[in-house]
């Protein structure tokens, strides 16, 4: 890590000087490393209109960190990834089968996962504040293990979309058309589902299960108001992603904020000026 402690002293910030504030400088590159692994997945959640699904997925980490609480792990991120995967499964499964709308099955599921997540949590009449981190998150307390364990995922998904997003695509656009090429559509809605429901699991101690969701749309919806190619859509949703990222760390530094809320602030205020830019020369 000497090497981007290096890189930043160059930054006109007392925080980027030598020795000053790590924790700063450690929040800087995992916001660099994360918000482009959001703004991808964040463009295929737009395009299927999963808004709600990833915000689903959430409460479903929230119930796998309670549960890892009852059995009594010391770190409950193993077990909320295999309950927020399981979650995910079980979602598109009855969204396949069932005749019911999308959303419906999604509300009920939402809604289930963080009621019984808070029931475990105050089991016994346990505090709930425990848990209060998951909710709000902490980016300001990432560890450089974990930015390495970030730098990995990162690479996964770039991997991943490489090979598949062609076929994601045709599924999230034409689910007839891509069945009749040979696509087996529920299996790759089935492991986009589960890729989103780690990346937020695993992100959720960070940024905060109360605004996670707003990092995987808000970019992307940003920039399907004013891409004019699948290229130029890809290519804004991680410029979005990074600045408001950046931004927000420096400016909640600054105001002595939330960093995931400021995060989010600046990302709603580049999709309303996106929209209005729309609207204004459509």
């Known amino acids: 890590m000497n090497w981007w402690?290096?890189?930043l002293e160059a930054l006109p910030f007392e925080?980027?000087?030598e020795g000053q504030m790590i924790f700063m400088k450690n929040a800087l590159l995992a916001i660099i490393?994360?918000?482009p692994v959001f703004a991808l997945l964040g463009t295929m959640i737009v395009n299927n209109g999963m808004a709600f699904f990833s915000d689903a997925l959430g409460h479903g980490a929230f119930t796998g960190v309670a549960i890892g609480g009852l059995l009594g792990l010391a770190e409950p991120i193993g077990s909320a990834v295999a309950f927020s995967?399981?979650?995910?499964?079980l979602i598109t499964i009855i969204r396949h089968k069932s005749k019911m709308a999308g959303d419906t099955v999604i509300g009920v599921f939402s809604s289930s996962a963080i009621a019984l997540g808070i029931f475990l949590a105050t089991l016994g009449g346990k505090s709930f504040t425990k848990l209060n981190s998951y909710l709000v998150g902490d980016i300001l307390s990432i560890a450089p293990r974990e930015i390495g364990f970030l730098a990995i995922v990162l690479g996964i998904v770039l991997i991943f979309w490489f090979f598949v997003f062609n076929r994601l695509l045709l599924v999230s656009i034409n689910p007839s058309l891509a069945g009749s090429r040979g696509i087996n559509t529920f299996w790759y809605e089935v492991v986009f589902s589960?890729?989103?429901a780690v990346i937020v699991t695993v992100s959720m101690s960070w940024i905060g299960l109360l605004?996670?969701?707003?990092?995987?749309v808000l970019p992307a919806a940003?920039?399907?108001n004013i891409a004019r190619s699948q290229r130029q859509y890809h290519?804004?949703?991680v410029v979005f992603s990074l600045l408001s990222g950046v931004a927000g760390l420096i400016l909640s530094y600054s105001f002595e904020t939330a960093t995931g809320s400021t995060i989010v602030l600046i990302s709603s205020a580049i999709f309303f000026t996106t929209w209005f830019v729309r609207k204004r020369f459509a």
């Open 15 to 17: 925080w980027a000087q």
């Open 33 to 35: 490393l994360l918000t």
């Open 211 to 216: 605004v996670i969701n707003s990092f995987l």
């Open 222 to 224: 940003a920039a399907r």
């Open 85 to 89: 995967v399981i979650f995910a499964f």
């Open 235 to 237: 290519l804004l949703a």
């Open 194 to 196: 589960c890729a989103v």
């Open 5 to 7: 402690y290096k890189i």
